[in-house]
Structures are given as C-alpha cells and as structure tokens.
C-alpha cells in the first residue's frame, strides 16, 4: 500500500503539520492508503504524491494542456518538473524543457522533450523568440511565441514567462523557488488577456491515475538514487546542491 501524506478527512500534511517524514516508521489513518498496482515497486510509488501529483495536479486538472500546444517547463529536471515533461508529452503538446545542466538535456530529451533551453547558456526568453518568435498582439506575430509556461520558480523568470506567451497564453505555477515577491508586469496580463492559474498539492486522484499509467508504461518515476535511512542527510545535501535528475528515495 502507498501512503498519501495528506489527511483529507481529519487535515495535516506527514512530514510537514504531523510527523512522520524520513522515519523507519510511519503512522497514518486507513483512509490514506491507496493501493499499489501490479508491476509498479515500493520505490515507484513513493515518489508520486508530492512532485508527481503535484505536476499532475497543475498540468491536467487546472491547467488542461492539450495537443498541438506549445509548453515551456522551467526547471524541467527536477522532481515535479520531469512529469510536466511526461504529462505534456502525452496530452500531445510541442514539450520544451529548460535545465541549467547541459548534462541533463539528453535525459530530458529520452522523456519525451521536444526541445531544450539550457539557460547557464541563454536567456531563455530570447531563446524562445528565436526559434518560436516574439508574440504580438495582432498582425504579424500574433501566431508566435507559446501557449503555456511552467514556471514554479518565480524569481527573475517570472516577468520573462508572461513575455513570451501568445494571446490568450497561461502561466502555470505551484512554488516559488527561486523567490515568492518577483518584479510583475501587469501589461502583459491584460494586453495579452493572459491566464495565471495557481495550483496548490494534489488530490488523491492524481495519485491514482498516476499509478495507472505507470501500470500502463506510459510513464516513469524517474528516481536518480536511493539511500538507506541513515544516509538520508547525504540525499538532503544533493538536492541542496541540485544535483538530481526526478526523485531521490529514502528506504527504511
């Protein structure tokens, strides 16, 4: 059985309201548990809740990303970032993925990405305009630029990501890793009539249909280690590092 961290009946969140994160141990309600499929491993499955759900959550249910879409993922490499890749790649969107490591594009491309921004490079932004074209309001290049930006990152990405969406374009965010209180350019918002849609964790039926398609090959839990619970602080320092590709696992 897979444990969803989340109490939806009595609240609190394992790991974070309630304890019970990196312990040999863990005690939840019955409620919480949701069934392993065949073919899909401890290891598997433990990786969905948070990221991938997370992604799920953004990408199908608030989002609605849909074929023939363009879609920039930004921080495509990382855990929630590499099942935006997969879940755009299946809904039959144009996935392109941004990662800072030029190491990591060959990983991302084998997931499906169409194309690759490695911006340590280039600023993504112009990036963009040079292989999709600058969006303009109408008239000449009113078909250019992207229909959907990924961006959990906030920052200085953030007044970037509006600038390169077409009319009508949307912004999908679930964090701010790289700073919650970015510079914004209302302009763009409104001459462009753009969409910002915030999506917040997952329900509990994101976790299944994950676990569907999993079942089914159609997607992976793209895991780039697993560590025995005593070395739990060196998986710590690698994502402090941002040294992972997806999904580091501890084991009890």
Not at 212 to 228: E, N, R, S, W, Y
């Amino acid at each position: 059985m897979l444990g969803d961290p989340i109490n939806r009946v009595e609240g609190g969140l394992t790991g974070e309201t309630v304890h019970g994160g990196l312990a040999e141990y863990c005690r939840l309600r019955a409620h919480q548990l949701i069934a392993i499929p065949d073919g899909v491993g401890f290891a598997q499955a433990a990786a969905l809740p948070c990221a991938y759900g997370t992604a799920r959550r953004m990408m199908v249910a608030k989002g609605h990303v849909a074929a023939g879409e363009k879609v920039l993922i930004l921080g495509a490499s990382g855990g929630v970032g590499v099942c935006c890749v997969q879940l755009a790649k299946l809904a039959g969107a144009t996935v392109i993925a941004a990662t800072s490591a030029a190491e990591k594009a060959n990983r991302l491309r084998a997931l499906g990405a169409d194309d690759i921004i490695d911006y340590a490079q280039e600023d993504f932004a112009q990036a963009v305009y040079a292989r999709y074209g600058k969006p303009a309001r109408r008239g000449p290049g009113s078909d250019c630029g992207l229909d959907v930006v990924v961006n959990y990152t906030g920052g200085d990405t953030w007044t970037k990501s509006l600038r390169i969406l077409r009319v009508g374009g949307r912004v999908l965010t679930c964090g701010a890793t790289a700073g919650y209180d970015p510079a914004e350019d209302i302009r763009y918002i409104w001459t462009f009539e753009l969409q910002i849609l915030g999506s917040n964790g997952w329900a509990r039926e994101d976790v299944t249909a994950l676990l569907d398609l999993m079942q089914a090959g159609k997607l992976q839990a793209v895991i780039d280690g697993t560590f025995p619970l005593e070395h739990a602080p060196e998986a710590l320092m690698r994502l402090e590092n941002r040294q992972v590709f997806g999904k580091l696992v501890v084991t009890p």
